[in-house]
């Protein structure tokens, strides 16, 4: 189930929860952030990229034109990953990006965190969702530490994808939230 929880980044305070797919996008919209539902295609679990790919390229084609997006992969991510621990850690802290983060869920969740205008937006994801964080905006990823996401990943030019830390620690203050 998607998730959105709002609070204020000084206090923690809770200012909003909510799992109503228009509420969400509704709430994040102010903040520049894109979130969709897409419908999900009926693949077999564990289905390889091509084939994923190949099953989203209306909706692709679609949002890359009106985007300005050039090119879409697949990552997919599960505990049995030898380097998960490592993939984790590298999103874990907060960091922005030259071009928007755009991810769509076929498989599996994952939270995007992020720090805005005194307010930490946590956007738990999960399969149908579609979410764009605008370039340069303050966030985080986290997966958990038992992650299972197959995603799509749209650039528009793949080195903008680059980390950039921000140094700070309030990723270590507001841990992903699950439910």
């Known amino acids: 189930m998607s998730l959105?929880?709002?609070?204020?980044?000084?206090?923690?305070?809770?200012?909003?929860?909510?799992?109503?797919?228009?509420?969400?996008?509704?709430?994040?919209?102010?903040?520049?952030?894109?979130?969709?539902?897409?419908?999900?295609?009926?693949?077999?679990?564990?289905?390889?990229?091509?084939?994923?790919?190949?099953?989203?390229?209306?909706?692709?084609?679609?949002?890359?034109?009106?985007t300005g997006a050039g090119t879409a992969d697949v990552i997919k991510l599960d505990s049995s990953h030898p380097q998960k621990d490592a993939m984790?850690?590298?999103?874990?802290?907060?960091?922005t990006h030259t071009e928007d983060e755009v991810r769509f869920f076929h498989e599996g969740s994952g939270n995007f965190i992020m720090h805005v205008d005194g307010k930490v937006y946590d956007a738990?994801?999960?399969?149908?969702?579609?979410?764009?964080?605008?370039?340069?905006t303050q966030h985080w990823f986290d997966a958990g530490t038992e992650p299972r996401v197959t995603a799509l990943?749209?650039?528009?030019?793949?080195?903008?994808?680059?980390?950039?830390?921000?140094?700070?620690d309030i990723s270590t203050r507001f841990p992903a939230v699950v439910d």
């Open 153 to 168: 990943r749209i650039f528009t030019d793949t080195t903008g994808w680059t980390p950039h830390y921000t140094g700070t």
């Open 124 to 136: 738990h994801c999960t399969q149908g969702d579609l979410i764009s964080v605008p370039a340069n």
């Open 4 to 66: 959105l929880t709002i609070r204020d980044a000084a206090t923690g305070a809770e200012l909003l929860r909510s799992s109503d797919a228009a509420e969400i996008a509704a709430a994040l919209a102010p903040i520049n952030v894109r979130f969709e539902r897409w419908p999900v295609a009926d693949l077999p679990e564990g289905a390889d990229a091509e084939t994923v790919l190949a099953a989203y390229r209306p909706q692709l084609d679609a949002f890359m034109g009106d």
């Open 88 to 95: 984790r850690q590298k999103f874990l802290d907060e960091h």
